[in-house]
Nanobody, 119 residues
Framework: QVQLVESGGGLVQPGGSLRLSCAAS????????MGWYRQAPGKQRELVAG???????SYKDSVKGRFIISRDNVKNTVDLQMNSLKPEDTAVYYC?????????????WGQGTQVTVSS
């Protein structure tokens, strides 16, 4: 397992943008997929965006067209570009590795980074 460290969270006004970055302690080249999750107060943690080893991306419906996930297998980073942010995007965002498949029971998590969308 790799260790994951997120950065880039903060406070932003509605309609603004943020870029989250997840740095891995080792190579992510062979990892099946990487995902960005979020958890809002009182809600379950949910998958927001994912990217496979082959570069195939998937998104939660509510963020399609606004969020873009990318991975750099040389720098061992996974980024989440978030545009047109809404108050309902407010949550703690977590990076996660999926070593074999999309089952969240396996693989490490980052410590999370807070994103707050508010005027």
């Amino acid at each position: 397992q790799v260790q994951l460290v997120e950065s880039g969270g903060g406070l932003v006004q509605p309609g603004g943008s943020l870029r989250l970055s997840c740095a891995a302690s080792g190579s992510i080249f062979s990892i099946y997929a990487m995902g960005w999750y979020r958890q809002a107060p009182g809600k379950q943690r949910e998958l927001v965006a994912g990217i496979t080893r082959g570069g195939i991306t998937s998104y939660k419906d509510s963020v399609k067209g606004r969020f873009i996930i990318s991975r750099d297998n040389v720098k061992n980073t996974v980024d989440l570009q978030m545009n047109s942010l809404k108050p309902e995007d407010t949550a703690v965002y977590y990076c996660k590795e999926h070593p074999r498949n999309w089952d969240p029971s396996f693989g490490s998590w980052g410590q999370g980074t807070q994103v707050t969308v508010s005027s």
